[in-house]
């Protein structure tokens, strides 16, 4: 991989104190399970929810993908670690942007996959992909003009988020930015994901707004971009 392994930050005990081993391990379950194209086994009246059926035929997923790059879209030459980035560099048009992908991904299946497949797609802005959760980044400090977090911030407490904030301030070059998105309680389709997903294997936290902007602020963040989508709200913090 293209970090200098000198320069991470200890994490030789992590797998034995870590407090968020647990949680990080059951998200991971449950899109290890997705990626493998396993069954999942929900109850009747789960499977009779319009939002279940979307999520099955795929519907689903264009309505909840946050467009990071509409509001930070990533720069030629600029260096991105994309946190739990499953398998987007596959997917979102890096090789248009000409920016460096770096990742940092909790399912193995998408790491692997990543890692067999992205130098293949281009070998130049493919840096690889590194197993951990959001809140221990194996990067060097001040090495990212970028970092995006999409698609994950509901599965983990507001806790949980004041660590994944203090290293991404940390990996971050000065003036950089950090993209990443919320699911919005107060949307019609919000509880009903949470209930659903709950049955998929990984718990839902609805928390309030306000109480995001809180922690953003907290940790030295100002908010200067915000988008609504139909369940998750995309934030630009600087």
Same mark, same amino acid.
């Given at each position: 991989?293209?970090?200098?392994?000198?320069?991470?930050?200890?994490?030789?005990?992590?797998?034995?104190?870590?407090?968020?081993?647990?949680?990080?391990?059951?998200?991971?379950?449950?899109?290890?399970?997705?990626?493998?194209?396993?069954?999942?086994?929900?109850?009747?009246?789960?499977?009779?929810?319009?939002?279940?059926?979307?999520?099955?035929?795929?519907?689903?997923?264009?309505?909840?993908?946050?467009?990071?790059?509409?509001?930070?879209?990533?720069?030629?030459?600029?260096?991105?670690? %994309?946190?739990?980035?499953?398998?987007?560099?596959?997917?979102?048009?890096?090789?248009?942007?000409?920016?460096?992908?770096?990742?940092?991904?909790?399912?193995?299946?998408?790491?692997?996959?990543?890692?067999?497949?992205?130098?293949?797609?281009?070998?130049?802005?493919?840096?690889?992909?590194?197993?951990?959760?959001?809140?221990?980044?194996?990067?060097?400090?001040?090495?990212?003009?970028?970092?995006?977090?999409?698609?994950?911030?509901?599965? *983990?407490?507001?806790?949980?988020?004041?660590?994944?904030?203090?290293?991404?301030?940390?990996?971050?070059?000065?003036?950089?930015?950090?993209? *990443?998105?919320?699911?919005?309680?107060?949307?019609?389709?919000?509880? %009903?994901?949470?209930?659903?997903?709950?049955?998929?294997?990984?718990?839902?936290?609805?928390?309030?707004?306000?109480?995001?902007?809180?922690?953003?602020?907290?940790?030295?963040?100002?908010?200067?971009?915000?988008?609504?989508?139909?369940?998750? %709200?995309?934030?630009?913090?600087?």
């Amino acid at each position: 991989m293209s970090n200098k392994s000198s320069q991470k930050p200890n994490t030789s005990n992590i797998h034995h104190s870590d407090k968020w081993q647990m949680r990080v391990a059951q998200v991971a379950y449950r899109f290890n399970r997705q990626y493998e194209n396993q069954s999942f086994e929900v109850p009747a009246e789960v499977q009779a929810m319009p939002i279940y059926r979307e999520w099955m035929s795929g519907i689903l997923s264009a309505k909840i993908v946050s467009s990071f790059w509409e509001i930070a879209q990533p720069q030629k030459n600029q260096h991105c670690l %994309d946190i739990g980035c499953g398998v987007s560099f596959l997917i979102y048009p890096w090789r248009d942007w000409q920016a460096y992908f770096y990742g940092q991904e909790i399912s193995t299946v998408a790491r692997n996959t990543l890692n067999s497949r992205g130098s293949q797609l281009n070998s130049k802005l493919f840096k690889g992909v590194e197993l951990g959760g959001a809140h221990q980044l194996n990067y060097s400090s001040n090495q990212f003009d970028l970092v995006i977090a999409t698609g994950f911030s509901c599965y *983990f407490p507001l806790e949980y988020w004041n660590a994944v904030l203090v290293e991404v301030k940390r990996v971050l070059k000065p003036g950089g930015q950090f993209v *990443f998105d919320i699911l919005n309680p107060e949307k019609p389709l919000a509880v %009903d994901w949470a209930v659903m997903e709950t049955y998929l294997g990984a718990e839902v936290f609805l928390e309030p707004i306000a109480e995001w902007e809180k922690i953003i602020k907290a940790a030295g963040g100002k908010v200067i971009a915000r988008q609504s989508g139909e369940l998750f %709200d995309l934030y630009k913090v600087r």
